[in-house]
Nanobody, 129 residues
Framework: QVQLAESGGGSVQAGGSLRLSCVAS????????MAWFRQVPGKEREGVAA????????YYADSVKGRFTISQDNRKNTVYLQMKSLKTEDEAMYYC??????????????????????WGQGTQVTVSS
């Protein structure tokens, strides 16, 4: 099983940028679909972005399309989430996860928490207006 550790969260003003990092260890993360989820207190964990096993295809929630970019650096066993034009509604605890994604043709379908077994401890993103 892969172990995950996130970093890069912090406080930023609306319109600003942050880059989250997720370092994988214990197993090759390239066997998994890698994803970022976020959660605010009292709400369900939401899938934000995912990268298919071979890194060829990505998924983004509608709320972050055009603003967030998921990428990976295989040399560093690291997955990134670049976040730009941050909004107050992006404020949440962000989690990195490794699991299974589903392709339908050339499209990566929306991700679900139940299909991800390995999780990081989370990193807080705070966005002020």
């Amino acid at each position: 099983q892969v172990q995950l550790a996130e970093s890069g969260g912090g406080s930023v003003q609306a319109g600003g940028s942050l880059r989250l990092s997720c370092v994988a260890s214990g197993s090759t993360y390239r066997s998994y679909c890698m994803a970022w989820f976020r959660q605010v207190p009292g709400k369900e964990r939401e899938g934000v972005a995912a990268l298919f096993t071979d890194g060829s295809t990505s998924y983004y929630a509608d709320s972050v399309k055009g603003r967030f970019t998921i990428s990976q650096d295989n040399r560093k066993n690291t997955v990134y989430l670049q976040m730009k034009s941050l909004k107050t509604e992006d404020e949440a605890m962000y989690y990195c996860a490794a699991g299974v994604c589903t392709m339908q043709g050339a499209t990566l379908l929306p991700i679900r928490t139940t299909r991800f077994r390995s999780w990081g401890q989370g990193t807080q993103v705070t966005v002020s207006s």
